[in-house]
């Protein structure tokens, strides 16, 4: 989220739905801010990607797109771009399109709250919003662990799906392999964010063969380019927890924290505090929260979300506890 007005003030303001619907109306018309969960600096990264970058080579390929915000602001920049234009290429757009009731938290100040049920297809809204652009756009509707890629090379791979080992493994073992190396950029809109661990240690273990391209201020987003050809156990493995060790993780996120704005650390942080949260190793958790404080990481963000989940669980371990004895 891009921060036009003091992040406390927002959090009032989100309290408070009439307040916060109006705000996100006020402030998309003026900075004309697409309807998304991507910040307005994100969407304009896209564009000028899209207009100034491109270079014709491979496809562009959104995964988890949702309204759009992306797949658009993509397509708006590489309709002006010859390269993209002469090559005749789309930019493929992949979702379930299958509406989940988290989403409506996004949806503040749209003409579109409320309109779609749990379980409901919202494709025909995605074209809707992307019609101006239909020629160059094109939705895959289906689940990523199950659908395929077609083969071509892929320039831009932009990542918004892994929100599972299984998610994460797909999307490795699909597309990673058609990433030109020197040329292809991959925009992780999930890097600082912290429900999303695998990322962090998945980079880290490419580390050798990706550099960070551009840290989107005022995003979750972290842009990498591919230096080098990806060997092929390494886009074959199965991953999971079990596939790194102690050391792995503790170098994976000291990486990470040492080349991430100042902005994005107790995010990044946070993600690995999530780690053992996730395998419900609450002692863990809380050794390494701790660890972070005593490093430097400040208390602010999804390092306050950390904490919470973890005084959460603590307490429903002890209520267990209680009820047992
Ligand atoms: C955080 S939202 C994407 C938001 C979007 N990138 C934006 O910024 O506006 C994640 C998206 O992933 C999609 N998704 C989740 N699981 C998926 C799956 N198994 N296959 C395809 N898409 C999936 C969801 O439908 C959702 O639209």
Same mark, same amino acid.
């Given at each position: 989220? /891009? ?14 739905? #009439? ?10 018309r ?5 309807v ?6 994100e969407? !304009?990264f896209?564009t000028?990607?899209?207009?100034e ?6 496809d562009?390929?959104?995964?988890g ?6 797949t658009?602001?993509?397509?708006r920049?590489l309709?002006?771009?010859?390269a993209? %234009?002469?090559?005749?290429?789309? %930019?493929h757009?992949y !979702?379930l399109?299958v509406w +989940?009731d988290?989403?409506? $938290?996004s949806l503040?100040?749209?003409?579109i /709250? ?22 160059? #756009?094109e &939705? ?7 659908i395929?890629?077609?083969g ?14 299984d998610?994460?493994n797909?999307i *490795? ?10 040329? +292809?950029l ?6 600082a ?8 240690v ?7 063969h990706?550099? *960070?391209?551009?840290? *989107?201020?005022?995003?979750? +987003?972290?842009?990498f380019?591919l230096? /080098?050809? *990806?060997? %092929?156990?390494?886009?074959t493995?199965?991953y999971s ?9 503790n170098?994976?996120y ?12 107790p995010? %990044?942080a946070?993600a690995k ?9 609450v ?9 972070? #404080?005593?490093?430097?990481? &400040?208390l602010?963000?999804e ?14 371990? $002890?209520?267990l ?5």
């Open positions: 989220m /891009s921060s036009l007005i003091p992040q406390k003030l927002r959090q009032a303001l989100r309290r408070n739905s #009439i307040m916060h619907g109006a705000y996100m109306r006020l402030k998309r003026f900075t004309s801010q697409l998304g969960m991507t910040s307005k600096a969407q !304009d896209c000028r990607y899209g207009r970058i491109y270079s014709g080579e491979g562009v390929v959104d995964l797109c949702w309204l759009g915000s992306t658009i602001t993509l397509a920049g309709s002006e771009n010859n993209f %234009v002469r090559a005749g290429r789309t %930019v757009a !979702d399109f +989940s988290w989403m409506n $938290e503040a100040g749209t003409g /709250s409320g309109r779609f049920a749990e379980g409901e297809s919202f494709l025909a809204e995605f074209e809707r919003r992307s019609a101006r652009y239909s020629e160059h #756009i &939705p895959h509707a289906g689940d990523l662990t199950k395929r890629w077609n071509g090379p892929i320039e831009f791979l932009l990542v918004d799906a892994m929100k599972n080992w998610l994460t797909a *490795i073992h699909d597309f990673y392999p058609y990433l030109i190396p020197g040329k +292809s991959v925009m992780h809109q999930d890097f964010f912290w429900l999303v661990p695998w990322i962090h998945l980079q880290w273990r490419l580390r050798d990706f550099e *960070i391209y551009d840290d *989107i201020q005022g995003s979750t +987003s972290l842009v380019k230096t /080098s050809p *990806i060997p %092929v156990e390494l886009l493995e199965k927890y079990k596939r790194f060790s102690r050391q792995d993780l170098s994976a000291e990486y990470f924290l040492d080349r991430v704005s100042p902005a994005k650390r995010n %990044v946070a505090v999530l780690w053992f949260l996730d395998q419900n190793d002692s863990e958790a809380g050794k390494v929260l701790n660890d972070l #404080i005593q490093q430097g990481i &400040p602010t963000d390092m306050l979300a950390a904490r919470e989940m973890l005084e959460s669980r603590k307490s429903a371990a $002890e209520d506890v209680d009820r047992v004895l």
